[in-house]
Every structure is written in C-alpha cells, then in structure tokens.
C-alpha cells in the first residue's frame, strides 16, 4: 500500500497537484513515511522557479517536513501496528 | 530524521548552486511531463469516461462503432482546435516578434501557478519573456529556461501583483492563483463586470477582465475580482514575446 500510494504521489506531480496532496496526507496519517518529504522536494524542484528563498519559499518542502514529524505523535497514539 | 536532514542539504546545495539540482531534476521529469500529459488530454478528450454509461446500454457492435465514432470526432476537435489556436496565434506573431510554444505540462500540477512549455534557451527564450495566450492576454512571464524547456510563472499566480488599470483607474492586481486575481478600487470610479484589465508595464496588454464587483466590502472602497476569459487548461499553446 505504501509503495502504492508514493507512486500515486508521483504520478499527481505531473498530473495533477491534489493527487499528490491526497496520496501524502493519506501517508502521514497511515505511516511514519518519509517518502512525503520526497514529494514535498520534488513539487519545489519542479515547479518553484529558483531564486532567493524569500520570494519563493519552498512551501511544499516545508510542508511536508512539518506534516511527517506533527503527525508523530498521533500515529504513535492511535495507530495499531 | 535522516531524510529530514537529507531533504534539508538537498535543498540547501541547491539554492547554494543557484538551482543546479533543480534543473537537472526538471529536464529528467520533461519526458515524464509530455508523455503523462498527453495521456491525460488523450484520456478525457475522447470522451470515454462521459459516455460510458450510455455505451454500456448498447449493443457491443453499436459500442464499437460509437468509441470509434468518438474517437475518430476527437481527434478532428482536437485538431481544429490546435489549428484555431495556432491561426490566432499566427496574428500575433505578425505584431510581435516571439515564437509560439507548446505547453507540456498540466495547469493543475503545480501549486505556485507555474506551467512548462516546450520552448528555452535554444530557442532564443529568456527570462522575463512575456507569455501571451492565443486570445491576446497577457498571461505570465518565463522564469526559468532550460535548454529546451522553461518555466512559466503565471501572471495571477498566488503572491504576485502587477499595477494594471480597469479602464483609467490605477489598480494594484493581487493573484489568487486559478487564473484569478483581485483588487480593491475607491467607491466612486465606475467599474462594471467584464470591463478589460490591462498593464501598462506589459505594453498595455490586457491581463484579465472584471468578473465581479463587490460593493459590500465596507469603506471606502470595493473589491474587485479579476478573471481570464479563458479556459487555461485548455490551451495546447501560448506564444512567447522576445
């Protein structure tokens, strides 16, 4: 499922964003997946144009990163492993 | 952690290489882009999904002569299209010098209002280049290129502003992402729906039109909503002014 779920991840980044969004959040809540914060770079790699990190903040990276580690605790907590 | 910590270095060289990472990772995707593209346009203009309950009411052989009928009217819609686009394309072209390009990646990809053509530095684009729709408008700016790609920042992606005017008023035109835009205009200056919105650091071209003025803000002044009167993700092609 995991695997599953990365490749829609990617797939939506040439497709569609939500795609990907949906395919991340569903990722956090279900694993503790570091394959989100892949995601997160490569939506900023790909569609961010580069520049001074002020005018163009990497959203999606920090996204990511603040999702994979907020969502922890609550995996920790509630998920059955 | 690691990857965390990975993430951030990946990151890090790459703003410290000015974006070498990042164009390296884009023209490996481009392939990925055009192909993923155009299954997706292949996929929903043939009408599959919309008649599919219809077709699976008929006959088989009524069902194979109707997708092949389909198929057959959506690749002639499809073609005219891109012919339509290109003809007013063409006059543009006549006005300006530029080159037409075609897009190759979907408008829904990206979430900072961000789009690729198939067009860069070989083929004498460079950045700041103004990206114009067949229709006319003015509808972002290259801000990236690569050697035969580049990356286009549309003009009402989120964060961005550019002073316009709607009709003689001075505006200060707010993004939203979506292809809309917003703005606020003193009570008083008349301003109704569908009236163009142009900019004169574009040389006047118009950016969008009025889609809806709202009087009820409060104060002093109105909001003002601002659209593109067309449908981007339709566009097969754009043309880009040197």
Known sequence: MRPVLFLIGIIGLFISIWLTLVAAIILVVRYPAWEVLILGLLVDFLWLPSGLPLSHLPLATLAAIMVVWAFEPLRSEFLIR | ?242
């Open chain 2, 1 to 242: 952690m690691a990857v965390t910590a990975l993430v951030v270095v990946i990151f890090i060289l790459d703003l410290v290489t000015g974006g070498i990472i990042r164009r390296n990772v884009r023209s490996l995707a481009i392939p990925v882009i055009r192909i993923s593209t155009g299954m997706w346009t292949t996929v929903f203009a043939n009408g599959f999904f919309s008649s599919r309950a219809t077709l699976q009411k008929t006959i088989q052989s009524q069902r194979e002569e109707i997708a092949r009928l389909q198929e057959a009217a959506a690749t002639y819609n499809l073609m005219k299209q891109e012919n339509d686009q290109l003809r007013t394309l063409v006059a543009i072209a006549e006005r300006s010098p530029g080159i037409t390009a075609p897009i190759i990646s979907s408008f829904t990809s990206s979430p900072y209002g961000t789009f690729m053509i198939g067009a860069g530095t070989a083929d004498g684009i460079g950045t700041g280049n103004l990206v114009i729709s067949p229709g006319g408008f003015a509808i972002g700016r290259v801000s990236e290129q690569g050697e035969h790609s580049s990356l286009i920042t549309q003009l009402f992606a989120p964060g961005t502003s550019i002073d316009a005017l709607i009709g003689s008023a001075p505006v200060v035109v707010e993004g939203s992402g979506g292809q809309n835009a917003k703005t606020r205009i003193a009570h008083g200056i008349t301003v109704k729906e569908g009236d163009p919105v142009t900019a004169p650091a574009l040389r006047g071209r118009e950016i969008g039109i009025v889609a809806k003025v709202d009087e009820t803000a409060g104060g002093a002044y109105s909001n003002v909503y601002i659209g593109l009167p067309i449908n981007l993700t339709g566009l097969q092609f754009v043309y880009v002014e040197k």
